[in-house]
């Protein structure tokens, strides 16, 4: 769900970034969010022209200071078991 809001606030101009503590979902992280840009842009929600500039805005970081040093708003986003 973190990967969809991500998307959703790069679509509509804003600088996102995306920390977890777990370098394994970091490391998949901006391929899924590509792949939900590739869903809307195929599904014509988006122009293919969008995808890399909205992909563009999107930061994957794994220190959790510096991912919130310049953050003007901070959504938690965690599995609950």
Known sequence: MGKQIAVQCAGH???VTLYDV?????????????QILN??????????AELNLILSRIRIESDCASAGARADLVIECVFED
């Open 13 to 15: 101009e804003y600088d």
């Open 22 to 34: 777990d370098p394994s979902v970091l490391g998949k992280a901006k391929e899924e969010a590509a």
């Open 39 to 48: 869903w809307l842009s195929a599904d014509g929600h988006i122009c293919a």
